[in-house]
């Protein structure tokens, strides 16, 4: 019995003809009926009822048409895994991050990209953005999930849909935590710990311009982490990407929003024309169609 004769009997159900088969399949009317003889005469049954005008299943035909169509899609199916295996996929694909809100949607990415492709592994940086941008820039890292702002020119890139919202990391005891966000004058005179990347501190300067009073800013932090240190040791309140905090501890730590408004966006940024291991490739593919089907949270 062979796949193609398989196709045959599915198309003549189908059309209920012999005639409109052997047009659908391109082949002659004699040979079509032929070759569902032979198959007639293989399986010991009749497959169809020629009485009418037009051919009917019977019995047979009707449980054999569902055991032709379950063999031919599990054929289809095994034929387009063995295609897959032939791409095999292997390497590594290094990335740099800082701790984003957004790292959380690429971390849900990378995992069903390895359902795919489970051969790829994954080297995780963590650092600022200068940082982070100074490696992708030396051929370190393949990609770098950024937050903007950032100079965008020499890189091609997809933007995450979310927003990276800013907040200030509290001690849990703080009075400041009965409010539903903070407002610049909430912080007056509370000593403050403000991001170190010229950037955000330029854009988180700004934000705080609308103080009534002079704010006081005695530390800066390059990673919001050890800044979460100094809050919950009581030295001072912290401005973060509020992403940054997924595992803060509720009974040292508290977060709330700033008000109004500070937020950016993240984006996932590899270097122009540049060439790239197949791996890497796969995976930028992957992401580009990936990202923007994200929620915008």
Known sequence: MELRVLRYFLAIAREQGITRAAEALHITQPTLSRQIAELEAELGVQLFDRSGRRIQLT????????????ILDLVDRTRDEMTQQ???????????????????????????????????????????ADD?????????LDLALFIEPVASEPYNYVRFPG??????????????TAKAAVTVDDLAGLPLIVPSRAKVHSRVANWLSRAKQPVDI??????????????????????????SQPYADPARLALRPLSP?????????????????????????????????????
């Open 132 to 140: 982070v941008q100074q490696r992708i820039d030396q051929g370190l």
């Open 86 to 128: 032939d791409e095999l996929i292997e390497g590594t694909v290094s990335i740099g991050c800082g701790v984003l809100r957004a790292f959380q949607d690429l971390a849900q990415i990378i995992a069903r990209f390895r359902e795919i492709h489970p051969h790829v592994h994954f080297e995780i940086y963590t650092g600022n």
């Open 218 to 243: 005695p530390f800066t932090s390059n990673l919001s982490t050890n800044a979460s240190m100094l809050v919950a040791a009581h030295m001072a309140v912290a401005i973060v990407a509020m992403g």
């Open 261 to 297: 408004e500070l937020s950016d966006t993240a984006l996932l940024a590899w270097r122009r024309q540049q060439p790239y291991p197949r791996a890497v490739t796969k995976f930028i593919e992957f992401a580009q169609q990936e990202i923007p089907k994200i929620a915008e949270a």
């Open 163 to 176: 927003k990276e919202r800013y907040g200030v990391l509290l001690p849990a005891d703080s009075p400041l």
């Open 59 to 70: 019995a047979e035909g009707i449980l054999f048409r569902r055991r032709a169509m379950e």
